[in-house]
């Protein structure tokens, strides 16, 4: 039976105070990422650095810890408080960020970074399990897309702010700048968010149950063909996705003699409309085709977008002009993130309450290995291989360790260095949406038995 807290806690008032909450939790999670992505170029000539490095800091070093950590906090979650959880996250990876802007080699800015990812690991698995007890199955699709709004709102603040610092006065101090917000977050946090009893939103007892073992997980998770699926599929998504948000900054600054500051004007723009319009379609078009059609929408939703991404892409990256090849980005884009809305309500629907955050863990582990620590780095260091055969000749990388844009102002030899850079990339990325396609046979695999595979809570005695 529910009592006054209970009826609070599930009143469309604090749904609001809670989704605008978690938004803001997103949206500097995404700013601290895109950071480093839009002062990417910056860091590489400034440290010396190859393409191979910069995708393993933009990715494995990221990621590694991110998901080693990822479910051992996402089982704390099913048993300690989730916005304690939450807090401490914030203000770790915040303060990581801002440490960032004194590293001074390859070697202490990878350290950094895995530190913020060690942070960041800490968010989204107590948030999914938060959205699983506050609200009912046929709106967490839904509700996800609206607080992972703030992920290209984030990505367009770090782009574009953090670009516009970095070209003021340069990259450290915009590390600097993304950094601080998350301390005020954190505080709002605690002073505006109240805890629920797990399964409110499911209608279970008050009565509290030990959360099951990891052992009992994997048994759930080996009885549900479509969880796995669903993970795989969302994990070799994240890799191009990854890819693509990781060096998409640099691709423009490259391929179109931009500016840092106007590449990351661009990326953030890109970003925002993609992203915003890709959530939105995906988790409230798949969430009201579900509830008026078949419930498989989910997951036949993420397959189109996934199945239709790689050939807007390739015509995107080829695009001869900025103004084309920005349109072309958002549309592919939006495609592309057709999917992840979906994604994280289906692992919310397929699992008991007390086991969601760590499936929101586990699939942010395959996500961030085969994603963040994989995506990126295929594509740096596929970027490098693809250069060198541009250029013609097997020092590519010690004739053009920072591949500056600019072509126009330098002499032929810089020009050279300077095409084959982002021919490089362009292949590289180019390569890396070809996943799309096996990610949308996964999400097609799970959409055979996911009506079977949803939860269905037993009344409460």
């Known amino acids: 039976m529910r009592n006054d807290e209970d009826e609070r806690l599930l009143s469309p008032g604090y749904g609001r105070t809670f989704i605008a909450m978690s938004f803001l939790v997103a949206t500097f999670n995404f700013a601290d990422r895109s950071v480093f992505a839009v002062t990417a170029q910056a860091i590489k000539s400034d440290l010396a650095l190859s393409d191979f490095q910069l995708g393993i800091l933009q990715g494995l070093s990221f990621a590694v810890l991110y998901a080693l950590l990822g479910v051992p906090i996402g089982r704390l979650a099913e048993r300690r408080s989730r916005l304690g959880i939450i ?10 960020t801002m440490a960032c802007a004194a590293a001074g080699s390859f070697v202490q800015m990878m350290l950094c970074r895995i530190g913020v990812g060690m942070g960041e690991a800490g968010s989204q698995p107590a948030t999914s ?3 699983g007890d506050l609200f009912p199955r046929q709106r967490r699709a839904s509700v996800m897309g609206l607080i992972l709004l703030g992920s290209p709102i984030g990505t367009f603040i770090g782009a574009s702010a953090g670009g516009a610092v970095a070209g003021l006065w340069g990259w450290r101090t915009a590390f600097v700048v993304m950094g601080l917000p998350g301390l005020l977050i954190g505080l709002l946090v605690v002073l505006l968010l109240r805890e629920p009893r797990r399964g409110l939103a499911d209608g279970l007892g008050a009565t509290p149950r030990p959360a099951p073992d990891f052992r009992a997980f994997l ?28 060096f998409l900054a640099v691709f423009l600054s490259r391929a179109y003699d931009l500016p840092a500051r106007t590449a990351g004007t661009l990326y953030g723009t890109i970003s925002a409309l993609a ?18 059609g078949d419930g498989r929408w989910p997951a036949w939703g993420a397959a189109i977008g996934l199945l239709i991404a790689p050939f807007s892409y390739w015509i995107a990256l080829n695009a001869a002009s900025p103004v084309t090849g920005t349109v072309l980005l958002i549309i592919s884009g939006c495609f592309l993130l057709l999917y992840y809305g ?9 699992l008991e309450p007390r ?25 740096g260091w596929m970027s490098d291989w693809f250069a060198t055969r541009a250029y013609g000749a097997a020092d ?6 920072a591949a500056r844009p600019g072509m126009g102002a330098l002499d032929a030899a810089h020009q050279a260095c300077a ?5 490089g990339l362009r292949s590289a990325l180019m390569a890396s949406v070809c996943v799309f396609f096996v990610a949308a046979a996964m999400f097609l695999l799970a959409a055979r038995t996911l009506r079977q595979d949803y939860f269905v809570a037993e009344p409460a005695a």
């Open 355 to 379: 086991m969601r955050a760590t499936g929101a863990a586990v699939f942010g582990m395959f996500y961030t290995l085969v994603g963040y620590g994989g995506g990126p780095t295929f594509v």
């Open 342 to 350: 979906p994604t994280t309500g289906m692992i919310q629907n397929l």
């Open 275 to 292: 992203l915003g319009s890709g959530l939105l379609i995906g988790s409230f078009g798949t969430d009201w085709l579900a509830r008026r």
């Open 219 to 246: 048994k759930v998770v080996g009885r549900k063909p479509a969880l796995v699926y669903v993970i795989a599929g969302g994990a070799l998504a994240g890799f191009g996705m990854s890819s693509i948000s990781q």
């Open 396 to 401: 590519y990388l010690a004739r053009c360790p």
């Open 419 to 423: 095409i084959a850079s982002a021919s």
């Open 129 to 131: 399990s938060l959205v």
């Open 87 to 96: 807090t401490a996250a914030i203000v770790f990876w915040s303060g990581m």
